[in-house]
């Protein structure tokens, strides 16, 4: 399974801004984000991690500086580093053919 562009886009985001203010994700979510920048095929077991992770960090959207261009607060680099929302909604639909729903 291949993330689509505007996944990898996302995560060149978040990478990029996880380099300029010196925060956000770890390195985990560093070695997600450059497979997903490269569009390298995620195995069944990736997908299910990525999904695992929005659920667990969706609280991050209530965060101050959430979506803030200027000054990102971290949760928001991390969610980024992993696909963005349009990952979420990508890992989601990935985990439904998985799982043959």
């Known amino acids: 399974m291949i993330p689509p ?3 990898a886009d996302n995560a060149a985001k ?5 380099k300029q203010f010196g925060r956000g994700g770890t390195e ?3 070695g997600r984000a450059e497979e997903l920048v ?3 095929e995620l195995s069944p077991h990736t ?3 990525m999904v695992s992770y ?5 609280v991050d959207k209530r965060g101050k500086n959430y979506g803030n261009q200027q000054n990102p ?4 680099i ?3 580093l992993w696909g963005g929302d349009e990952g979420r909604e990508w890992a989601l639909e990935m985990r439904g053919r998985i799982d043959g729903n």
Not at 14 to 18: D, F, H, I, K, V
Not at 54 to 58: L, P, T, V
């Open 14 to 18: 978040g990478l990029a801004l996880r």
């Open 5 to 7: 562009q505007v996944v």
């Open 28 to 30: 985990i979510g560093v």
């Open 78 to 80: 991390a969610w980024l």
């Open 47 to 49: 997908i299910k991690r």
């Open 54 to 58: 929005f659920a667990r960090h969706e």
């Open 73 to 76: 607060s971290a949760g928001y």
């Open 38 to 40: 490269a569009r390298t």
